[in-house]
């Protein structure tokens, strides 16, 4: 049974930095993608970037590029969103998700089947 399992989130002012993980478990081949998702009050869940397990190519939103970045470490099962400059804006939920794939180009949250819990980040301004 997959299941993904968030840590690392905090409170950090407007220009600060914070790294999420997300542990993952039950996986039993590599042809997944692995997915950043985000939400903040009120409005609709986001895509933030994905990256699949193999070949291990990351894309991003827009409202990210440059200033996020996933990583992944394979022999421990675990993925990172690496968040720079953060901005106000970025408040909300995150979320980490997995859904069967290699190509993970698309950031729907209505693809991802397998969800974690949730961590919160809070950027103050």
């Known amino acids: 049974q997959v299941q993904l399992v968030e840590s690392g989130g905090g409170s950090v002012q407007a220009g600060g930095s914070l790294r999420l993980s997300c542990a993952e478990f039950?996986?039993?081949?590599?042809?997944?993608?692995m997915g950043w998702f985000r939400q903040a009050p009120g409005k609709e869940r986001e895509g933030v970037g994905s990256?699949?397990?193999?070949?291990?190519?990351?894309y991003y939103a827009d409202s990210v590029k440059g200033r996020f970045t996933i990583t992944q470490d394979t022999a421990n099962s675990t993925l990172y969103l690496q968040m720079n400059s953060l901005e106000p804006d970025d408040t909300a939920i995150y979320y980490c998700?997995?859904?069967?794939?290699?190509?993970?180009?698309?950031?729907?949250?209505?693809?991802?089947?397998?969800w974690g819990q949730g961590t919160q980040v809070t950027v103050s301004s």
């Open positions: 990256i699949s397990i193999v070949p291990g190519v990351p």
């Open positions: 039950g996986f039993t081949d590599s042809v997944w993608c």
């Open positions: 998700a997995a859904r069967r794939g290699s190509v993970c180009t698309r950031l729907g949250a209505n693809e991802y089947f397998h």
